[in-house]
């Protein structure tokens, strides 16, 4: 038996072989015939000299020995692919991959992005609308923005403002439903993308501020995205407790109105994140201080509200 390291084409096939369990399934994913896979799994068999899965009739199982190596081929074969993709990274230095919640792509970044793109022609933007939890070696992302109210002590975090949520509606619903307890009666929107936030930033809250209590069983209509409450507000169909950065655009275009200029904060905010080193990068630098001036342009926004903290309720 061989102290070298078998061939890659061999190591290959057998994590895939060992992750599948069949033979069938890790042809179709190397893209090679079963014959030609098996092949490769035979000579490593060779070449440790001792076989690596039992065959049977129509699937295979890992020996001994095949349960020892398939855990470190597996996490081998990740690095591998990290290191390549960071590889990759390094040498891309036009394209630029973000990812952010769908919601704040679509009312906040969407309609502001062709100024960064106006002044930064030589960067190529790719955005990823998602809210799957981060992993920036699995994933071809160079930048993520994440509404949180944790830290991420792992990587390169700026934080910006806190976030405050008041009632937005038609200016039409607004005529109607024109004080804090006629609202009590109003159709309420929910938007369910925030309820992992403590103290809890919704409509008991919001009440709580305005010293009214919500009806016990008082049932509304709820989304799961932000963005979708917010159109469905604009629709008419009912009032939603909207988000300063996904309300602020329909508010000045008077889409929607703030009648009452009371909004609960929490100590949630929006998060910029990269790498911890990749922040000197110059298209990721330059992306930032737009984030943050982008941010900082519409501040006045809240010079109108009174902001009540949850935590203080």
């Known amino acids: 038996m061989s102290d070298r390291l078998p ?7 057998f994590e895939a072989a060992a992750r599948h369990l069949s033979f069938a399934r890790a042809a179709d994913e190397l ?14 068999e060779d ?10 009739n129509r699937a295979v199982q890992l020996t001994e020995a095949g349960a020892v190596l398939a855990p470190g081929a597996s996490e081998g074969f990740d ?3 990290n290191a390549w993709r ?39 933007l790719r955005f990823a609308a998602s809210l799957k939890d981060l992993d920036f070696e699995r994933d071809d992302v160079d930048v993520a923005i994440r509404f949180s109210q944790r830290e991420f002590p792992d990587l390169y975090s700026v934080p910006v403002r806190k976030e405050w949520l008041t009632p937005v509606m038609t200016p039409e619903h607004a005529q109607k439903y024109d004080t804090p307890e006629k609202l ?9 993308s925030i309820d992992f936030l403590r103290p809890k930033c919704d409509w008991a809250a919001w009440f709580k501020a305005m010293r009214l209590r919500l009806p016990e069983g008082k049932r509304g209509i709820h989304f799961s995205n932000a963005d979708h409450a917010i159109d ?10 909207g988000r300063r950065p996904m309300i602020i655009k329909d508010v000045m275009e008077e889409r929607l109105v703030t009648p009452f200029k009371v909004a609960i904060e929490s100590d949630a905010r929006f998060r910029f994140l990269c790498r911890k080193g990749a922040e000197t990068r110059t298209d990721v630098a330059a992306f930032r201080d737009w984030f943050i001036a982008e941010i900082e342009k519409t501040a006045h926004f809240s010079d109108d509200f009174k902001i009540v903290p949850v935590s203080e309720l």
Not at 7 to 13: E, F, I, V
Not at 31 to 44: E, G, R
Not at 232 to 241: C, K, N
């Open 7 to 13: 061939p890659l084409t061999a190591l290959r096939a």
């Open 86 to 124: 960071a590889a990759r990274r390094s040498v891309q230095t036009n394209t630029l991959m973000i990812t952010a919640g769908p919601a704040l792509t679509a009312k906040w970044l969407a309609p502001r992005i062709f100024e960064f793109a106006r002044h930064h022609p030589d960067i190529e």
């Open 79 to 81: 690095a591998l692919n």
């Open 184 to 192: 009590l009666n109003a159709p309420l929107i929910y938007d369910d």
């Open 31 to 44: 893209n090679v015939t079963p014959a030609a896979l098996s092949f490769q799994i035979k000579s490593l």
């Open 47 to 56: 070449h440790l000299g001792h076989p690596l899965f039992v065959r049977l």
């Open 232 to 241: 469905a507000a604009i629709s008419g169909v009912g009032v939603a407790l």
